[in-house]
């Protein structure tokens, strides 16, 4: 099994600062890599495929990065409506057998 | 709208049973491969199971492997879950979720609560 590892669990930004939220793998996922947020009370949303590709109606604020074992959303500018949890999760195994990292909760500082 | 609606959740005793169900609209559903995730109190995201678009492959996380069993009727628009043998552990919010060709998962529903207690 790939183990996704997040860092840090909890990161503090004020609102119009960058975050910047890490992901690695337990072994090479090449871009097989996607992220969610998910806000409270609420089912996760996907925000990037690919490592890099922006799903449909996602702001340019987020970016994605990397490949292989090393992995990193970038959210510039944060707004109000972006401090939620991030989770990362790779789809790299066949047959599936997806993982997800423990998830990063962004907060206002 | 393209949505997916679970139901089905609610309060079991550990060894119990229960039948989750997920009723898909707005896309096709009988070409999407579709799958269970799901989330414990507090916890992160833990995939359960997938199966193809035409019932041919299924696929069990370890957690979920002899306990429960994911189907699905197309010509209802509809996936389900049934889960035996339930333990206190497997208290979550059940998503039901439609990947993208085995990828990423792209339309989730809003979950329904499973609660495993006597």
């Known amino acids: 099994e790939i183990v996704m590892t997040q860092s840090p669990a909890t990161l503090s930004v004020s609102p119009g600062e960058r975050a910047t939220l890490s992901c690695r793998a337990s072994?090479?996922?090449?871009?097989?890599l996607a992220w969610y947020q998910q806000k409270p009370g609420q089912a996760p949303r996907l925000l990037i495929y690919?490592?890099?590709t922006r799903a449909t109606g996602i702001t340019a604020r987020f970016s994605g990065s990397g490949s292989g074992t090393e992995f990193t959303l970038t959210i510039s500018s944060l707004q109000s409506e972006d401090f939620a949890v991030y989770y990362c999760?790779?789809?790299?195994?066949?047959?599936?057998?997806?993982?997800f990292g423990q998830g990063t909760k962004l907060e206002i500082k | 709208e393209v949505q997916l609606v679970e139901s089905g959740g609610g309060l079991v005793k550990p060894g119990g049973s229960l039948r989750v169900s997920c009723a898909a609209s707005?896309?096709?559903?009988?070409?999407?491969?579709m799958n269970w995730v799901r989330q414990a109190p507090g916890k992160g995201l833990e995939w359960v199971s997938c199966?193809?678009?035409?019932?041919?492959?299924?696929w069990y996380a370890d957690s979920a492997k002899g306990r429960f069993t994911i189907s699905r009727d197309n010509a209802k628009k509809s996936l389900y879950l049934q889960m035996n043998s339930l333990r206190a552990e497997d208290t979550a919010v059940y998503y039901c979720?439609?990947?993208?060709?085995?990828?990423?998962?792209?339309?989730w529903g809003r979950g329904t609560l499973v609660t495993v207690s006597s």
């Open positions: 979720v439609r990947d993208y060709t085995y990828w990423y998962f792209d339309l």
């Open positions: 707005g896309f096709t559903f009988s070409n999407s491969s």
């Open positions: 199966i193809s678009s035409s019932s041919s492959y299924i």
């Open positions: 072994q090479s996922v090449s871009s097989n």
């Open positions: 690919g490592a890099s």
């Open positions: 999760q790779q789809y790299k195994n066949w047959p599936p057998n997806y993982t």
